[in-house]
């Protein structure tokens, strides 16, 4: 059984898309999340789950090892950032290296990096006009927003669209696809 670990800051949807895609599978499980807030609303679905969770400490993740070793002691396949808004330490790049993904709600390398997440990247893709927006799912290296692409998937953009109607179609694609990407790099 491989073992997965979902980093998350927000309400969890995906997060909640992968432990349901992978709950009777003999592949792997999700067997930790971890939030940098104690709030976030992944956290509440890690309660209902029944999956160990853990409130990450800022200086400990940013100036120590303690969360590379949390992992490493899982036996951590892959890391999946799920909607997780800190930058990952070069630390922990390192010791999964090739094996932290991220995903994120637009057609990167446009409108990506810090303080480009939820609705304002939405805004910023209607604010520019575009024709169509997606998702990136990648690696994660030790930028925002800039390891190599593993999928893009695209929707179109409709005069009518708001930051509202385009995060919905965008989410659609996120929860169709990222369980899946995660299947296909554990096999
Ligand atoms: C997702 O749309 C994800 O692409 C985005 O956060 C949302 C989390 O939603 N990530 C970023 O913007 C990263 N730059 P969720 O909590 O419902 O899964």
Redesign the pocket.
């Given at each position: 059984m491989k073992n997965i670990a979902i980093f998350?800051?927000?309400?969890?949807?995906?997060?909640?898309k992968i432990i349901d895609h992978f709950r009777s599978s003999g592949l792997a499980r999700v067997s930790v999340i971890l939030s940098n807030k104690a709030d976030a609303?992944?956290l509440t679905i890690a309660e209902r789950e029944q999956i160990p969770a853990v409130v990450i400490d800022k200086e400990q993740f940013f100036r120590g090892d303690t969360y590379v070793k949390l992992l490493q002691e899982l036996g951590t396949d892959l890391v999946v950032?799920?909607?997780?808004?800190w930058k990952v330490p070069a630390n922990l790049v390192q010791a999964f290296s090739g094996r932290i993904i991220?995903?994120?709600?637009a057609l990167l390398p446009k409108f990506?990096g810090k303080g480009?997440?939820?609705h304002f990247?939405h805004e910023a893709v209607l604010a520019a006009g575009e024709k169509e927006s997606g998702?990136t799912i990648h690696y994660v290296n030790e930028k925002?927003?800039d390891g190599g692409v593993i999928l893009q998937e695209r929707c179109a953009i409709l005069p009518e669209d708001t930051p509202d109607t385009l995060?919905r179609k965008?989410?659609v694609l996120?929860h169709q696809w990222f369980p899946l990407i995660v299947e296909r790099l554990l096999k």
């Open positions: 998350a800051s927000g309400t969890g949807s995906n997060a909640q609303g992944v950032l799920a909607g997780f808004l991220n995903i994120h709600p990506g480009m997440y939820g990247v998702i925002y927003d995060a965008v989410q996120e």
